[in-house]
């Protein structure tokens, strides 16, 4: 077998996140600052954010309150699907196509390197340069690719597990624990744990705190893909073990983020993987049936809490964008602590300024800030590669088939390894 040359190792914050990234990218113009991103640095004029569904309903808001300041310089929202693997097809097009009309675009953490390497990103440096110093450390070097910030952390997000503290006293610490509660689940009739196990981005995230919280790894500390490992196969056997046994409802194959928001909004489960932006808004949504008895802890591990991977977007200006004096404003905007605290009152969404997760104030009304915090800072990044797509397709499908009982954990762990291979390959 060859073995992948680029897969190169990289410290982030208190983690060691583990990297791949090429010696060649896509082809565009990089960290250059030539060609396209040359064009359009003074430019200033009516722009557009482009951003999945806003399930928060924080950007039209905000949105509006930019325009009613920036008369001649509005912003038009385009909503994307609130499927992750459609945002991110939808810019490819778009990027592709040199659209000068897609400004300034929200970019989830794992699609960073490939958008970059490809050259549609603006390096945010010299006329385009932000302050990142008061930000979270790994949502810094989310948005950045080989040494460049290509993008600004906009909101972060890392994995909670909420349970209903009305029929758990004490949030289960172990995957094992939270198993054993699932007779309480059976005894309300409801299904006891499900998180996101559609075929998409979702799945992926999943499947790797599945396996990085029962003490395995996708890359190993090389940034070689280790999947043929007992814990990695314990970590997926995990999920399988799970689906297979009930303790997952078989509906749950099919729930991305919001699927299964509603599901355990709908008094339907007992134990919910979701981003924090659940909190929001089951605990204000008239429907929702857990309002008063929402508890939220760390996702659970092998011996003590499990890891989340990490979430998160990043707004980036299009290099192709005429305007991009008045994107790099909008991104400005969008990152003060007057936004970020709008994001994180409003929304439920994790702020990417260290400050606040220790505000006082804040924490008062959003008593899960710490474990949100901690829950981040622990974050394990999915890997970092201009290959990503392939990477991920690997990942979803192998684990979708394991899920699902058409191959066994070993079996879909082996070919993941070897497709992730395989995408690294000949570099
Ligand atoms: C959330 C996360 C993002 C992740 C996606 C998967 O939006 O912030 O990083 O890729 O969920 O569905």
Not at 183 to 189: C, D, F, G, R
Not at 259 to 285: C, H, I
């Amino acid at each position: 077998m060859k073995t992948p040359k680029f897969l190169l190792p990289v410290a982030t914050a208190g983690v060691l996140a583990l990297t791949l990234s090429a010696c060649g990218g896509g082809g565009g113009t990089t960290s250059s600052g030539g060609g396209d991103a040359a064009q359009g640095l003074d430019g200033r004029g009516p722009i557009t954010y482009v951003q999945g569904k806003d399930n928060s309903n924080v950007i039209r808001p905000l949105i509006e309150k930019w325009n009613a300041a920036h008369p001649n310089e509005k912003v038009t929202f385009k909503e994307q699907t609130d499927n992750a693997d459609q945002q991110h097809d939808d810019l490819v097009q778009h990027f592709q196509a040199k659209d000068a009309n897609y400004d300034v675009a929200s970019v989830d953490v794992v699609w960073t390197a490939e958008f970059a390497a490809k050259g549609w990103l603006q390096p945010l440096k010299d006329k385009m340069a932000l302050d990142t110093s008061a930000m979270l450390k790994p949502t810094v070097e989310a948005a950045s690719y080989k040494g460049t910030l290509y993008a600004v952390p906009e909101s972060s997000d890392g994995g909670i597990l909420y349970y209903r503290k009305d029929l758990v006293p004490t949030a289960p610490k172990t995957w094992a624990e939270m198993m054993s509660m699932c007779s309480i689940a059976t005894a309300n009739n409801m299904g006891c744990y499900a998180g996101q196990f559609k075929k998409y981005e979702g799945l992926t995230v999943n499947a790797s705190e599945a396996i990085n919280s029962a003490g395995g790894a996708v890359l190993d500390k090389d940034g070689k893909p280790s999947l043929n490992t007992p814990e990695a196969k314990a970590g997926l056997e995990n999920l399988t073990k799970a689906y297979a046994g009930g303790q997952i409802p078989k509906e749950g194959i099919t729930f991305q983020e919001e699927e299964s928001r509603q599901a355990f909004q709908d008094g339907k489960l007992l134990f919910l993987r979701n981003w924090p932006y659940v909190y929001n808004l089951a605990t204000t949504e008239g429907s929702s049936k857990v309002k008063d008895v929402l508890g939220m802890a760390a996702l659970p591990g092998l011996t003590g809490p499990g890891s989340s991977s990490l979430g998160g977007h990043s707004a980036a200006v299009s290099v192709y964008s005429k305007n991009k004096a008045t994107a790099l404003d909008f991104l400005k905007f969008l990152t003060t602590e007057e936004t970020q605290k709008f994001f994180a009152t409003q929304g439920s969404l994790a702020p990417v300024l260290g400050k606040l997760y220790d505000d006082k104030d804040l924490v008062a009304k959003l008593p899960y800030l710490p474990v949100l915090k901690t829950s981040i800072e622990n974050a394990v990044p999915r890997p970092v590669t201009p290959f990503y797509p392939a990477v991920t397709k690997a990942i979803q499908e192998n684990a979708y088939s394991a899920i699902k009982g058409e191959k066994t954990a070993e079996t879909a762990l082996s070919d993941m390894q070897k497709s992730i291979e395989s995408a690294s390959a000949g570099q």
